[in-house]
Structure formats: structure tokens, C-alpha cells
């Protein structure tokens, strides 16, 4: 499984847009790209998912570029209600576990 | 509500003691998974069922540990001789398979053992 590395922690004031960066370089040919939302004492929820170039849905959009090697999480005007942690993932088809990091710490500032 | 359903939400026990939890999948999801998420932690993958069969066990289970899917519903998992290293919040997921395998969550088991 491919391993990813992205930022311990962000600030961001509320209103701003927050850009999360994810680097895995060793992504296999077969690998989606997916990121998850977790708050205190919840199960994580899935926010997004890619494969290439860009993907937008009603909370988040996702950059990826051509060579796949990093992704970006960009989450539009955040509100305090943002505030979580925020994991990357890749895996691919026949992939049945998720591999999750120690995820991104997003503290949203009034 | 139509989401992963965990039981019970926190759960106290002393050291040495049997505990269980119980999940329950989104109804249409034949795919359950068992994972542990210790403070400061992403979540660990402990386990795997398709169906009733379970397909998959990380290190992590020890013997201690159990799992079950009895007709491919709902699913428990028993730890044994519980130990204060076992503390942490379990969590259930489940998907309906397919190539993109989006996991979706429940709320998880807060376990602490004294």
C-alpha cells in the first residue's frame, strides 16, 4: 500500500480557503486517491475521492496532477465547524483495508 | 437513520474482563470492517468480512480477540482478558465492495480498561 505524507497540522481563519497537500510517490497505476473528515469521538467520513486532474463535489474539491505523485484537498470559505482532522489515502481495486496516517490537525480560527 | 450503527458508544471495564461490541452495516453493504484508533492516531485495520466470511486478520488481532458475522449481517467483536492496552476506540466500517472501496464509518466503541 502505498504510503502518504502530508502536514501535521493547519490554521486557517474562517472565510479562508485551506489547501490540504498529500505526497505519495509510490502510487500504484490502479490507485484512487481518497480523503477522509474525522472530529473528536467520530468515525471517519468520507469527503472526496479522485483518480486524475480535478474533482469537485458540494464540500471539497481535489487537484490532482498528471503524474499523481501528490494530491491536493482544497475545502472552500471554511467555517469553525471545519475544525478536524483530515486523513489522504490511496489504494486501489482488490484493496480491501484502509491504510490511514496520522491525518492533517485543521483548526479553524473565528 | 440508514448509517453504520455501533454498540454501545463507551464502554468500562476492568482489566482481565470480557467485553463485546456490536456493529451493524448499512443494510446493502455486503463488505464489514473492524479497525482500532488509539489517541493521535489514524485508525489500524484489525479485520475483514465479505459476507459471513471473514477474510482477513491483521497481526494486530491477537488471540485474544474475536470477530464475528453471523449471516452476513451484523457483526461482534469480543476481546478476551481484557488488558489496559486495549483501551482505545474501535471502529466499524462497511462498503459495498467495488474497485473505488468507500468505507463509510460508524461512531466506534470507546473502550477503557482499569
Known amino acids: 500500500l502505498a504510503k502518504t505524507t502530508q502536514p501535521i497540522s493547519m490554521d486557517s481563519y474562517e472565510g479562508q480557503e485551506v489547501n490540504i497537500t498529500c505526497s505519495h510517490n509510490n502510487i500504484a497505476t490502479n490507485d484512487y486517491i481518497t480523503w477522509y473528515q474525522q472530529f473528536p469521538s467520530q468515525g471517519p467520513r468520507f469527503i472526496i475521492q479522485g483518480y486524475k486532474t480535478k474533482v469537485t463535489n458540494e464540500v471539497a474539491s481535489l487537484f490532482i496532477p498528471a503524474d499523481r505523485k501528490s494530491s491536493t484537498l482544497s475545502l472552500p470559505r471554511v467555517s469553525l465547524s471545519d475544525t478536524a482532522v483530515y486523513y489522504c489515502?490511496?489504494?486501489?481495486?482488490?484493496?480491501?483495508?484502509?491504510?490511514f496516517g496520522k491525518g492533517t490537525k485543521l483548526s479553524v480560527i473565528p | 437513520d440508514t448509517g453504520v450503527s455501533q454498540n454501545p458508544r463507551h464502554k468500562i471495564t476492568k482489566r482481565g474482563q470480557n467485553v463485546t461490541f456490536r456493529c451493524d452495516p448499512i443494510?446493502?453493504?455486503?463488505?464489514l470492517y473492524w479497525y482500532r484508533q488509539t489517541l493521535g492516531q489514524g485508525p489500524e485495520f484489525l479485520t475483514y468480512?465479505?459476507?459471513?466470511?471473514?477474510?482477513?486478520k491483521s497481526r494486530l488481532l491477537s488471540d485474544r480477540f474475536s470477530a464475528e458475522r453471523p449471516k452476513g449481517s451484523f457483526s461482534t467483536l469480543e476481546i478476551q482478558r481484557t488488558e489496559q492496552g486495549d483501551s482505545a476506540m474501535y471502529l466499524c466500517?462497511?462498503?459495498?465492495?467495488?474497485?473505488?472501496?468507500?468505507?463509510?464509518f460508524g461512531a466506534g466503541t470507546r473502550l477503557s480498561v482499569l
Open positions: 466500517a462497511s462498503s459495498p465492495g467495488g474497485a473505488r472501496n468507500i468505507q463509510y
Open positions: 489515502l490511496v489504494g486501489g481495486a482488490g484493496s480491501y483495508q484502509l491504510t
Open positions: 468480512f465479505q459476507n459471513e466470511a471473514q477474510l482477513e
Open positions: 443494510s446493502e453493504h455486503n463488505r
